[in-house]
């Protein structure tokens, strides 16, 4: 009876202590998780603190604004730039892409409205020197650059004057940070609507083919897709269209489970290829506001009009009636008084 009962306190004791090692390896667990996760906060913390960078502005708003908007309680508008200056060794690039996205944290509604790059906008002597006059959108990038008016500042200002509507923040990306962060995302999944091909500017004009169905992407892939703009294929399946696409497919991709587990590649990433105006805590915010959007919940718009030539330069010229129906809807969006 001794004997039985001396085994059952052996066993009660073996319990007890295969119970503290269980409890001493879960809290050893835990603080592990805890380390890398404030670890990762931090590094992606910094890495969007050093993107930072303001627009050089009175009163830190855009003119069309009477108030600050407070991030996060009133509707906003971003201007996304995707910057090529691949073909001038990283000086005087051109804002090859032009999205603008409207966030309205009341109604919830985002809208994403692209602007061709080669819209006809007229430029001043204090915006442009000696290339005053009118020329193609994408060029605020370059004359903002070259005659310190402020790249970003005057590409915002050139939107503004064409929307009528205030830009509050913007974010800017060049190739090279396009085609890394997508790499880090592990790529990204498109529906390809019509088959076509585009020249791979890392692999000295290899050509990529794309064909119809749903396709992952790499980096160097997803950047020939949103470029290609001279084959036939164009006029069906347009640069615009694709870009829009591609961001609704990697919203999807960016809010996913799997992205927490790849913050410290991407952190790397941002904080050498992306500049916006957005602090910290304002993309927090913003992230806390729509981390459950769903890309088809964004309704996307593009301006009509037509390819003309004027004085021996291809322009884009948008039809009237399509800009008026665009810049109401963002303005209704905005939550901005269409009456002047």
């Not at 667990?29 to 890398?36: D, E, G, H, R």
């Not at 020329?135 to 064409?162: C, D, P, Q, R, W």
């Not at 410290?264 to 105006?277: A, K, Q």
Request: charged letters at 30%; aromatic letters at 8%; glycine letters at 6%.
């Amino acid at each position: 009876m001794k004997k039985l009962r001396r085994e059952k306190k052996k066993q009660k004791v073996k319990k007890s202590k295969a119970k503290r090692i269980f409890i001493y390896l879960s809290l050893l667990l835990l603080a592990f998780i805890l380390v890398i996760g404030i670890y990762i906060v931090k590094q992606t913390y910094e890495a969007v603190d050093n993107s930072y960078d303001e627009l050089d502005r009175p009163s830190n708003k855009s003119p069309l604004r009477e108030q600050s908007v407070q991030i996060g309680d009133d509707p906003l508008s971003i201007l996304l730039i995707g910057v090529e200056d691949y073909s001038t060794g990283g000086e005087n690039g051109r804002a090859d892409t032009l999205i603008v996205l409207t966030l309205n944290p009341g109604t919830e509604q985002v809208t994403m409205t692209s602007i061709p790059r080669d819209t006809r906008v007229e430029f001043s002597n204090s915006e442009a020197n000696i290339y005053a006059g009118s020329h193609k959108i994408n060029a605020s990038y370059t004359y903002g650059s070259m005659f310190n008016y402020g790249a970003n500042e005057l590409t915002v200002k050139k939107v503004e004057e064409l929307l009528e509507i205030p830009i509050d923040e913007y974010v800017t990306v060049g190739f090279e940070g396009f085609r890394d962060i997508v790499n880090v995302l592990g790529g990204v999944t498109i529906d390809i609507k019509e088959p076509f091909w585009e020249e791979n500017i890392y692999a000295g004009g290899e050509r990529i083919y794309f064909e119809s169905g749903r396709t992952k992407l790499d980096g160097e892939e997803a950047l020939a897709f949103v470029r290609m703009r001279k084959r036939d294929v164009n006029a069906i399946y347009p640069r615009d269209e694709r870009q829009r696409q591609f961001i609704q497919s990697a919203v999807n991709q960016v809010i996913s489970t799997k992205t927490i587990f790849k913050m410290g590649e991407i952190s790397d990433v941002i904080g050498e290829n992306l500049r916006t105006s957005l602090k910290v805590s304002e993309i927090y915010a913003l992230q806390k506001l729509y981390a459950s959007l769903d890309s088809s919940e964004i309704k996307t718009s593009e301006i009509e009009g037509s390819n003309q030539r004027i004085n021996g330069t291809y322009y884009f010229i948008p039809e009237e009636q399509s800009l008026n129906e665009i810049i109401l809807m963002l303005k209704e969006n905005l939550k901005i008084n269409s009456v002047e």
